[in-house]
């Protein structure tokens, strides 16, 4: 059987932990425990708008995972007989995601994580061809699956709620996104109207005190990862012009919550000319080449006065 590195075209499985990112998303809006304080679970007329306006964009998902390459399987956990999950079924069958039941048996947890990691390990071992795992979570439960696919051989991609993501996770992961950045301007704007209409309060837009710490990296770390990826690469080869997309993988496996859109910038190459008093670039045609800008030499002192 080949092997994930011999297969020609990149196939991606995706799997989402329903409840957690309904829950986190529900959260990040109307203020951390919401959803347990709302009872949200029971979509009554009280909670509805609000569920409306943190309704999930599956799709967004997807073609954030089909990036990646073709989706293989995709598979959605939860308890799809809570109203609050059952709003979604039609929508998850109609693209071909399957959804798996799953019961709370302790009245609190209904072993999403569990179950998703046994299916993960058995799917990877099943079909060989299988080159990249998609995990929409946010817990650090999740860590060791992560692990376990990389000695697999797979890349590891979470995807998973801004605020409720776990930093352990995020940096375990080959790469992260926030869901918030898959979403479109037109998706928010879509989200705030269906609240809007359906009379929900305005959404939340600061974190309480006690929410978990953002993933998103500030400008500093950034170029301090981008100096660090460049050191290491140019460690490794002779030649210290490094090509760009190298760089950048460095940098992701350095720190997976790295990218260029959270930073404001459209492109990774227009990320580096931003650093352009740490960073020289070199262009070959298509290709872009980058190294760190040599330090100017120190100025002389003069001799003192004899």
């Not at 009280?46 to 995972?65: C, F, G, H, M, P």
């Not at 998703?116 to 999740?142: C, E, K, M, P």
Request: net charge negative.
């Amino acid at each position: 059987m080949a092997t994930p590195e011999e297969t020609a075209e990149a196939r991606v499985a995706v799997y989402i932990d329903f409840d957690n990112v309904v829950i986190s998303r529900y959260d990040q809006l109307h203020g951390r425990e919401a959803w347990r304080k709302d009872d949200a679970r029971l979509a009554t007329e009280k909670t509805r708008a609000k569920l409306d306006q943190a309704r999930v964009n599956v799709s967004a998902i997807l073609e954030y995972a089909s990036s990646y390459g073709t989706i293989a399987l995709s598979r959605a956990y939860a308890d799809w007989s809570v109203p609050a999950n059952a709003t979604y079924r039609g929508q998850l069958v109609d693209r071909a995601i399957d959804l798996t039941q799953l019961f709370s048996t302790s009245g609190t947890k209904n072993g999403a994580d569990i179950r998703l990691a046994v299916d993960v390990v058995d799917d990877l071992f099943r079909l060989s061809d299988i080159t990249h795992v998609v995990i929409v979570a946010g817990d650090s439960d999740y860590i060791p699956l992560v692990q376990r696919c990389k000695r697999l051989g797979r890349v590891v991609v979470g995807i998973g709620v801004e605020g409720s993501t776990s930093a352990a996770l995020v940096h375990a992961l080959d790469e992260f996104a926030s869901y918030d950045i898959l979403l479109t301007e037109d998706d928010q704007q879509e989200a705030a109207a269906r609240g809007a209409s359906a009379g929900a309060p305005p959404a939340v837009t600061e974190p309480e005190p006690s929410s978990p710490a953002p993933v998103k990296m500030s400008p500093t770390s950034a170029s301090r990862l981008l100096v660090r990826a460049l050191e290491l690469a140019q460690g490794n080869q002779d030649d210290e012009w490094i090509n760009a997309s190298r760089v950048k993988s460095q940098m992701k496996r350095l720190n997976a919550s790295f990218t260029e859109k959270d930073l404001g910038f459209t492109n990774f190459m227009e990320f580096v000319r931003s650093r352009s008093g740490q960073v020289e670039i070199r262009e070959d045609g298509q290709q872009r080449f980058l190294r760190l800008r040599p330090e100017k030499p120190k100025r002389a002192t003069k001799a003192a006065a004899s």
